[in-house]
């Protein structure tokens, strides 16, 4: 994990002038109230925004996902991601086994899981609508890791399941879409999300935008009345100093939107456990963490070199999945408990710094 | 009041020979009528859109049972369609559905198994990520119409919007009269026929979509051409053009092709090369 980005913001402890009180553990649990009023539950404001799963073959990507996911971290993924069979449903979209038999008859219970909807939909299949708790409609694309705005011939082989000895489009990289093709205005955007919500109805529809062009941008995603909204800013290295004041100005424009209420996910690209909590305290409802479960990948990809068969590696995952993972979790439960979200930034944040200070409206402390 | 769509595609074309009168009769009205003909039997339901909401039409919809051994499919005919919304999506049973009006925009939507006739027309999105069973459109479609679908048949007798066929993954698009601007755009499968004119850049240059149009196109993508059928494709269009209930000889078709999968057909004397790019 690298350094801290936000190490000029400091996260306030109470007062000690205020009148005694015992510290209250605010819970990190949230619920999303959809626009249609069914509320949705998140246990934790941690999330894995984009896995590369073609990183990794089907069954290993499938047990790392519900791994993660059962450390209640919201995992995004479709099914085709995680399977090579239709006929075969991947760990992550299966009910959670051993729930208690005094609760049997109560619906089954689904691991934390987001759809990613993009642009061109290639790979989506209906159920990957079922039990999702969100739904993530992508509004821009976003580059693969070789720079291009564009999928790879290995990706649509996976998502397409087209045959070897017949690729898609001849083998090359197919180009991503700038746009959905059957969402004609912004206006006419709210109809889409009314359809997703009918979809998945046990899922919030956001939308994810990019930080360019934020203020545009986010004017044309609320007005298509999302449940939430998902701030990508992992595309550019951005300073902290420049994060924080996009997460504190997106706050401080959905208030102005009377849309205080509205959850704000942020993508941030590396991030460190305290700045989590310190994005949490300047308006972030959750963040995501893919920097911390890449290392993950590099050392399962290590161990699928030695192994003769995945078979002791699938063994492996959980425990390494929630050795690499539990304490920083449990950190950002903790750094999180102490943050009053019903007081306004400044009384949550502080630094000594002027252009901190300026960027995201924390208290001057010195 | 519900939005009645309007589909901003090109004007159909004033004279073509598939659009005499004659013609007009036998290719929609009479294969739309003898299909409702048989709905009005005794063994047809019926059911209001103004009386039940869409997740009670659904559920009435999927509890009719099948007999598996009956090649004749359940037919049930659905009054009441005045421009609703994201109607009849994801529906997954063997029936058969006649709508009486029009829909809102993403009807069908991942829609599965049924045979749907609509005596109206459609809004933008129209069977969105279908995977099988046939849509057949009397009227008029939106924009996107069968975006990002897999299977089945889509077939709209009227004219279609822009993106029709944008990022299809399979199955066939049919639209009788004209279409928008950029048809097939990201489509990656399937088969898209235009009996009549299309809009800009119709094509897409990393596309494996087969794209057959009867009359001019405005302007093709660039790194694509149109150029004749070949006789094998020719009888594959006609059986399309059957199975989709349009008449024509596949032989007025021109397909729209990427220029470097012409190329490599031409250099492998007629056989495709899977890998052409």
């Known amino acids: 994990m690298g350094a801290d980005r936000f190490a000029g913001l400091h996260l306030l402890p109470p007062k000690c002038t205020e009148v005694w009180t015992s510290s209250h553990l605010a819970s990190p649990k949230r619920v999303i109230r959809r626009v249609d009023d069914t509320n949705v539950s998140i246990a934790l404001p941690l999330f894995w925004y984009d896995p590369p799963w073609i990183d990794l073959p089907p069954i290993i990507a499938a047990r790392l996902a519900a791994s993660v996911a059962n450390m209640d971290v919201t995992v995004s993924a479709l099914h085709r991601d995680l399977t090579d069979d239709d006929d075969q449903t991947g760990e992550l979209f299966q009910p959670i086994e051993g729930d208690d038999p005094l609760t049997a008859s109560a619906p089954p219970r689904y691991l934390p899981r987001m759809t990613p909807y993009r642009i061109e939909r290639y790979g989506f299949v209906s159920q990957d609508f079922d039990h999702a708790q969100v739904i993530d409609v992508r509004l821009s694309p976003s580059r693969d890791s070789s720079g291009r705005f564009a999928y790879s011939p290995g990706q649509m082989q996976r998502w397409e399941r087209s045959p070897a000895d017949s690729p898609i489009s001849g083998g090359g990289y197919v180009a991503a879409s700038t746009f959905p093709a059957d969402i004609i205005t912004v206006e006419q955007a709210k109809t889409k999300l009314e359809q997703l919500r009918r979809l998945a109805p046990t899922a919030a529809v956001f939308i994810s935008i990019t930080s360019y062009r934020l203020e545009e941008e986010l004017s044309a995603a609320i007005a298509a009345h999302p449940d939430g909204l998902i701030l990508r800013l992992d595309e550019t290295e951005f300073e902290g100093l420049q994060l924080a004041g996009i997460v504190s100005g997106t706050r401080e424009f959905l208030r102005r939107k009377k849309l205080s209420h509205l959850p704000l996910w942020v993508v941030p690209g590396e991030i460190t456990v305290d700045d989590v909590s310190k994005l949490i305290a300047l308006g972030a409802s959750a963040v995501a963490i893919d920097s911390w479960c890449a290392p993950l990948l590099d050392v399962i990809q290590e161990e699928l070199q030695h192994a003769h068969s995945y078979e002791p590696v699938l063994r492996e995952i959980p425990t390494m999945v929630s050795h690499h993972l539990w304490s920083d979790i449990d950190r950002v439960v903790g750094l999180c408990s102490s943050i009053d979200l019903d007081k306004p930034t400044q009384e949550r944040l502080g630094t000594y710094h002027a252009k901190w200070a300026k960027a995201c409206n924390a208290t001057m402390l010195a | ?277």
């Open chain 2, 1 to 277: 009041m519900p939005h009645v769509p309007k589909p901003s595609g090109p004007r159909p074309p004033i004279s073509s020979v598939l659009d005499s009168e004659t013609e007009i009769k036998s290719d929609t009205e009479a294969v739309f009528d003898s299909e409702s003909r048989d709905l009005l039997s005794s063994e047809g339901l019926r059911f209001s859109m103004q009386r039940l909401t869409d997740a009670e039409l659904r559920t009435a919809i999927h509890s009719i049972p099948t007999n598996d051994r009956d090649e004749k499919l359940a037919r049930i005919e659905i009054d009441d369609a005045t421009g609703q919304h994201a109607a009849l999506m994801r529906l997954d049973h063997p029936i058969k559905l006649r709508i009486n009006g029009s829909l809102g925009d993403y009807a069908f939507a991942h829609h599965r198994q049924v045979v749907v006739k609509v005596f109206g027309n459609v809004g933008h999105g129209v069977g969105e990520g279908m995977a099988s069973g046939s849509v057949r459109i009397r009227g008029n479609a939106g924009h996107g119409a069968g975006t990002a679908m897999t299977g089945g048949t889509l077939a709209v007798y009227g004219s279609a919007g822009d993106r029709a066929g944008a990022a299809m993954r399979g199955g066939g698009l049919f639209v009788r009269g004209n279409a928008g601007n950029e048809v097939g755009l990201g489509a990656i499968g399937g088969t898209i026929v235009i009996g009549g004119d299309a809009g800009e850049n119709i094509g897409d240059p990393l596309s494996d979509v087969a794209v057959f149009i009867r009359g001019n196109a405005a302007s093709l993508a660039e790194g694509v051409t149109q150029t004749k059928l070949r006789k094998k494709q020719e009888v594959q269009l006609g059986l399309l053009l059957i199975s989709a209930g349009i008449r024509g000889d596949a032989s007025d078709f021109q397909r729209i092709i990427p220029i470097a999968k012409l190329d490599a057909e031409r250099s492998a004397r007629g056989e495709v090369v899977p890998n052409w790019r």
